[in-house]
Nanobody
């Protein structure tokens, strides 16, 4: 069982930056691929970024490529999402997720994840 707790959300002006953190419980954090998803009001939850267990591989949604960076610190059981050049359309609740894996894969589909955090609100004003 893994519990995930996100933090770092808030209100920021367009063009600003935020760093989200997701702290995981348990001693086997390095056995999980991690991901960030977001959900805006009235929309489906969508993929944002993913990273494999070692942090050596990952992927991003086209809408955030070049602006967001996902990285992890396995010693701290934490995955981060650095968000730069924020836009009003980035406004959403951001969720982190964990997927059990014995491989070096990362995952981009919601259904591939086993555990979810409670979410943190990010609001970007124009």
């Amino acid at each position: 069982q893994v519990q995930l707790v996100e933090s770092g959300g808030g209100l920021v002006q367009a063009g600003g930056s935020l760093r989200l953190s997701c702290a995981a419980s348990g001693r086997t954090f390095s056995r999980y691929a991690m991901g960030w998803f977001r959900q805006a009001p009235g929309k489906e939850r969508e993929f944002v970024a993913a990273i494999n267990w070692s942090g050596g591989n990952g992927d991003y949604a086209d809408s955030v490529k070049g602006r967001f960076t996902i990285y992890r610190d396995n010693a701290k059981n934490t995955v981060y999402l650095r968000m730069n050049s924020l836009r009003p359309e980035d406004t959403a609740v951001y969720y982190c997720a964990a997927a059990r894996t014995d491989s070096s894969r990362y995952f981009v589909q919601r259904t591939e994840y086993d555990y979810w955090g409670q979410g943190t609100q990010v609001t970007v004003s124009s």
